[in-house]
Structure formats: structure tokens, C-alpha cells
């Protein structure tokens, strides 16, 4: 079946740097999503990208759809202590039950005041 | 924006007992509603796809008899956790998505339950 890998798995940072994470795909996908979840909450959407190659921004954060349809980034810059939190991207593929989400593992974000 | 309303937050409940959670879109109609379940630091899994008027799409693995699930109409959508057991303990969060909006999925804000 279509699997996500995600990286990376968890991240240390200072305030004030900049972020990145990314998602590959072993199969292509048509739109591209991606997540913030807080502790005990359901995940909230962050960007979401329905065209190769589509870059897209939301405040500090840029996404991208790669060209390829098998990846995505995000990017998250001048990181602030409300960053901390696990990042998923998703992937939909064309239709039927592939036309249902998939998600990556997760990136942990945690930001150091 | 489209708006998931997922109740309850929370629910302990003893071993042997069935638990219904309820996933309501608050502000559009979702023809279909998704249940994930989500153990403690990992991803999120597909349960099962709600269909509205309809029976329920399972994942495999998943015992459509242990987890019931209802679409009675276009904004509601219940999960019955069936005679729970300690296993069955874990965060369940529903989706649904505004076909009339552009955007992703809307998630409600999860159930954490616990099956003593």
C-alpha cells in the first residue's frame, strides 16, 4: 500500500531559527496536507497543496508540492516557542480508498526559548 | 471555516462496557466521516470511512463488530466501542470534509479513552 515517510522524526531548535521537514512518497499523490497536533488534540491544517510544483505560504510557514507528486516540504522560519508540537504531512491519491488520507509518522517539534 | 465538534474529550470506562463517541460537523454537511485511532507518540492510523446512509468502510484489521459505526445523517456520525477492553485504550479522532470549501480535512479534537 501507499506509505509516507516522513523526517525528520523530532527536532531541537533554538527560537528564532528556522525549520524544515519533508515527506516522500513511494506513489504519487494529488494533494498534499499538512498538520500541527498539540498534545491531546486533533490535528489542525496547516497548508494544503493541490498542484506540483505549488509553493504556498501561511504567516511563517512555506509548503511545497514537489514536482514529482511523491513529495513535500514544509518550512517554518524564525521558530517561536508556540511552534512546539508534532507536524504530519498527508497525502490523498486518486479516488476510491486511495482517496483517503495518508499520514506520515510525525515530526516533534521543540523549540528552546 | 469548516468546524468538527467531537464529544467526549474524555471517557474511562470499565472493561466489558461499550463507549459512543459522537463526531458532529458543525457548519457543513459531510456526506462522509472518517475514525482514525492514535496511540501515544505515533501517527495517525484509518480506522474506518462513515458513509451517510450507508455501512461503514473498515480498514483491514479493524472488527467492524468491536467498533460500531453510525452515519445517520449528513452531520452525524457515532463511534461505538464495544465491549472495551484495556487494549481498546487510546485517542480516536474523527474527520469530515466541506466539499463546498477548498481545504483539507477538518479533524474534531479527539476522544481519549480509557478502559479500566
Known amino acids: 500500500g501507499q506509505q509516507l515517510n516522513q523526517s525528520p522524526q523530532s527536532m531541537f531548535i533554538q527560537e528564532g531559527e528556522d525549520v524544515s521537514m519533508n515527506c516522500t512518497s513511494s506513489s504519487i499523490f494529488n494533494t498534499w496536507l499538512w498538520y500541527k497536533q498539540d498534545p491531546g488534540e486533533g490535528p489542525v491544517l496547516l497548508i494544503a497543496?493541490?498542484?506540483?510544483?505549488e509553493l504556498t505560504s501561511n504567516g511563517r510557514l512555506t509548503a511545497q508540492f514537489g514536482i514529482t507528486r511523491k513529495d513535500s516540504f514544509l518550512n517554518i522560519s524564525a521558530s517561536i516557542p508556540s511552534d512546539v508540537g508534532i507536524y504530519f504531512c498527508a497525502g490523498q491519491g486518486y479516488g476510491g480508498s486511495q482517496g483517503n488520507l495518508i499520514f506520515g509518522k510525525g515530526t516533534k517539534l521543540s523549540v528552546k526559548p | 471555516g469548516a468546524v468538527v465538534s467531537q464529544h467526549p474529550s474524555r471517557v474511562i470506562c470499565k472493561s466489558g462496557t461499550s463507549v459512543k463517541i459522537e463526531c458532529r460537523s458543525l457548519d457543513f454537511q459531510a456526506t462522509t466521516m472518517f475514525w482514525y485511532r492514535q496511540f501515544p507518540k505515533q501517527s495517525l492510523m484509518l480506522m474506518a470511512t462513515s458513509n451517510e446512509g450507508s455501512k461503514a468502510t473498515y480498514e483491514q484489521g479493524v472488527e467492524k463488530d468491536k467498533f460500531l459505526i453510525n452515519h445517520a445523517s449528513l452531520t452525524l456520525s457515532t463511534l461505538t466501542v464495544t465491549s472495551a477492553h484495556p487494549e481498546d485504550s487510546s485517542f480516536y479522532i474523527c474527520?469530515?470534509?466541506?466539499?463546498?470549501?477548498?481545504?483539507?480535512?477538518?479533524f474534531g479534537s479527539g476522544t481519549r479513552l480509557t478502559v479500566v
Open positions: 474527520s469530515a470534509r466541506d466539499r463546498q470549501r477548498t481545504g483539507g480535512y477538518t
Open positions: 497543496l493541490y498542484k506540483a510544483g
